[in-house]
């Protein structure tokens, strides 16, 4: 009889670890440290896709960006506790187009899904409101959040993602609009653009 419950425990045991090591993980690892985590953390459960987002504000970029989501995702393999997808949230900025194809390049090299948007993660924001195809200054940028949002953007909001969720499949029209227009050009003549869409619509869906 005490050998029969000590099997139980240990076929039970077992059965817990399995479980904790099936969990279905995404990675989102983010150049920025809080705006981009920031509306990252804030989307809901979605069981019938995955089970936790594990977001990351790093504060790197291009490609050491890159170079530390291979390190995350790395040893989370090693502790046999894989993410089913790795993603980057980056924006160009002010950094070479080579060092932004460079990051590209070795994301693609490692499986890793990359969000981008040229110049600022902002544009994103905005295409919640609007289709733009007219190239912006970072400082344009926050200017003109505060015109749509009727109030000052402040670049951390912990509240934009509930600020924006109800516009979430107008930004995804207009974000995918202006990428299919300008996708076939060199990275250096895209402007505006961003990618943030494909990983939204993982998010919320299943594709």
């Excluded at 920025?32 to 509306?39: A, V």
């Excluded at 804030?42 to 890159?66: C, M, Q, R, W």
């Excluded at 291979?70 to 993603?87: D, G, S």
């Amino acid at each position: 009889m005490g050998h029969d419950k000590l099997f139980q425990k240990r076929k039970t045991a077992l059965t817990r670890l399995q479980n904790i090591r099936k969990l279905r993980r995404i990675l989102i690892v983010c150049e920025g440290e809080k705006t981009e985590p920031n509306y990252f953390r804030k989307f809901p459960a979605n069981p019938e896709i995955y089970d936790s987002i594990d977001v990351h504000g790093t504060g790197y970029n291009t490609v050491s960006l890159i170079t530390e989501a291979i390190r995350i995702k790395n040893f989370a393999l090693q502790k046999r506790e894989p993410y089913i997808e790795t993603w980057c949230v980056f924006d160009r900025d002010d950094f070479s187009v080579e060092s932004f194809e460079n990051a590209i390049k070795l994301a693609k090299k490692n499986q890793i899904k990359c969000a981008y948007s040229i110049e600022a993660f902002e544009i994103w924001y905005m295409l919640h409101f609007n289709y733009y195809d007219s190239a912006l200054s970072r400082g344009q940028y926050k200017e003109k959040l505060s015109e749509l949002l009727k109030k000052p953007y402040l670049k951390n909001n912990e509240e934009m993602f509930s600020l924006l969720e109800n516009r979430q499949n107008r930004a995804m029209q207009n974000a995918q609009k202006l990428y299919y227009k300008q996708y076939l050009l060199p990275l250096k003549e895209q402007n505006p653009v961003t990618t943030v869409f494909y990983l939204v619509e993982r998010l919320i869906k299943q594709v």
